[in-house]
């Protein structure tokens, strides 16, 4: 018996040994989650952060160290991928990711999944990548099921298709991603996958809004700005406007500073304005570029300096502004403050048009019905003023009514009947006070 108990003490010791090998496996990986958790994986709703809230060097040193205890657990090899991405080293997170989502942790199948979809530490792989977004998100995943949902709204390496998109930002949504709320408000709001529904997006906004999503904030400040689904509030969106551009949104930063400039919603301040476009300029805002270009252009609480107009407008159309493209035609054929350059106004509007700008359909119409830098066709101006008319544009509608009149007083033995309701002494009128047919619109 006596010499029985040695062993048993061995075993007991062993036994204490196990257990805490495993108490520390447990408060390694613990520690670890705390830090690189997602708040969508079930049982980590508390404690996980958003990849852009991680601390990415607490968490990576925390996460090697539960790797070190358990180098094959597959929750923090999920977790050390995340934290090394948050920390921006994309190549070595995607070798962990990739363990994990072989693994089938849905986490890794997201994360990894967008990598493969960006190029991010990774060749780039859509079809895959789309693949394993499927599998993430439909075990209930929210980041992936909105990633998906994106993949189908632009056609990301699957077919287009808006329906299907709205499907996947509203399970997102519904699984409490502030930014897929945002995104199936956007649907309702342009009517893409779903019938438009003004009520339904604003609905939607304001829950982003209550988890604090920049873009959701934008957003109901832009329903708020337009009186779309609500009346027109300009105090509210100055202020929701105000929010999304102190948490960086440049898009809010332009309405902000448009607002600012003529004193709807707050007081009436161009000093101001012109700091929140050139802020917004600088952050790569298309409109702001084009909205600071007009005013160096016409020397509205600036010194008039077309050369940094030109610059702004540029600027502005390279980052696809249809507005600058159609003022830089506008400019290079009038040749205000510049020698005047046909050609070169013709390809600026051409690029306008293409770009669905209402004032550059019309003014390209301008050039085919003069036959300026391009073959005279009047049927191609009554198609151009008549797609920039459908989008409301006024001057259009006046260039289209014109034009339509001037073709119809042209026509052997034509009557009064033949225009219908139309007065033609009014188109007459509105021909007079249209024959400048290019145009400017800030």
């Not at 895959?128 to 990301?156: C, F, H, I, T």
């Not at 982003?208 to 609500?230: C, F, S």
């Not at 506008?330 to 106004?345: C, F, K």
């Not at 050039?367 to 797609?387: M, Q, T």
Request: glycine share 10%.
């Amino acid at each position: 018996m006596r010499k029985a108990l040695p062993l048993v003490m061995v075993l007991l010791a062993g036994t204490a040994a196990l257990t805490s090998v495993a108490s520390g496996q447990e408060a390694a990986k613990a520690l670890c989650a705390n830090e690189a958790a997602s708040p969508f994986e079930p049982g980590y709703e508390a404690v996980g952060h958003e990849i852009e809230a991680i601390d990415a060097e607490t968490a990576v040193s925390l996460c090697e160290a539960a790797a070190t205890e358990s180098p094959e657990d597959v929750e923090v090899k999920a977790w050390l991928g995340r934290a090394l991405y948050a920390a921006g080293t994309t190549e070595r997170a995607a070798t962990l990711l990739e363990e994990a989502a072989n693994a089938g942790n849905a986490v890794a199948l997201g994360l990894f999944g967008d990598m493969l979809l960006s190029g991010d530490g990774v060749a780039m792989d859509a079809e895959r990548g789309n693949m394993l977004l499927r599998q993430a998100a439909e075990a209930g995943y929210a980041p992936a099921e909105n990633s998906l949902g994106y993949s189908y709204d632009v056609g990301d390496g699957v077919e287009q298709d808006l329906a299907e998109a709205a499907r996947w930002y509203r399970r997102a949504a519904e699984g409490g991603l502030a930014r897929a709320m945002t995104n199936i408000g956007i649907m309702y709001s342009e009517g893409l996958g779903l019938d438009r529904d003004y009520v339904a997006a604003a609905a939607w906004f304001e829950r982003a809004v209550d988890k604090d999503d920049i873009n959701g904030i934008y957003q109901l400040g832009r329903l708020n700005q337009q009186g779309l689904g609500m009346p027109v509030d300009h105090t509210a969106a100055v202020a929701l406007y105000t929010r999304a551009a102190d948490g960086g949104n440049a898009f809010a930063r332009t309405n902000l500073a448009r607002l600012t400039a003529e004193g709807l919603g707050t007081p009436r301040d161009l000093a101001a304005a012109i700091a929140l476009y050139q802020q917004a300029a600088d952050e790569g805002a298309a409109l702001a570029q084009h909205n600071l270009a007009v005013l160096y252009e016409t020397g509205n609480g600036v010194a008039r300096d077309i050369d940094q107009a030109l610059a702004l407008y540029q600027m502005a159309a390279d980052n696809g502004e249809g507005l600058a493209s159609a003022n830089l035609g506008r400019i290079y054929l009038l040749g205000e403050g510049v020698e005047a350059n046909p050609e070169l106004a013709f390809n600026w509007t051409q690029r306008s048009a293409d770009a669905g700008s209402a004032l550059g359909q019309n003014n390209l119409g301008h050039f085919y019905e003069n036959g300026i830098s391009v073959a005279p066709d009047r049927d191609r101006a009554l198609e151009l003023y008549g797609a920039a008319a459908a989008q409301g544009l006024a001057l259009a509608q006046d260039n289209l009514a014109r034009l339509e009149m001037t073709v119809w007083e042209e026509m052997p033995d034509a009557t009064d009947g033949d225009i219908g309701e139309r007065d033609a002494d009014g188109y007459r009128l509105k021909a007079s006070k249209t024959a400048d047919k290019i145009s400017n619109r800030f």
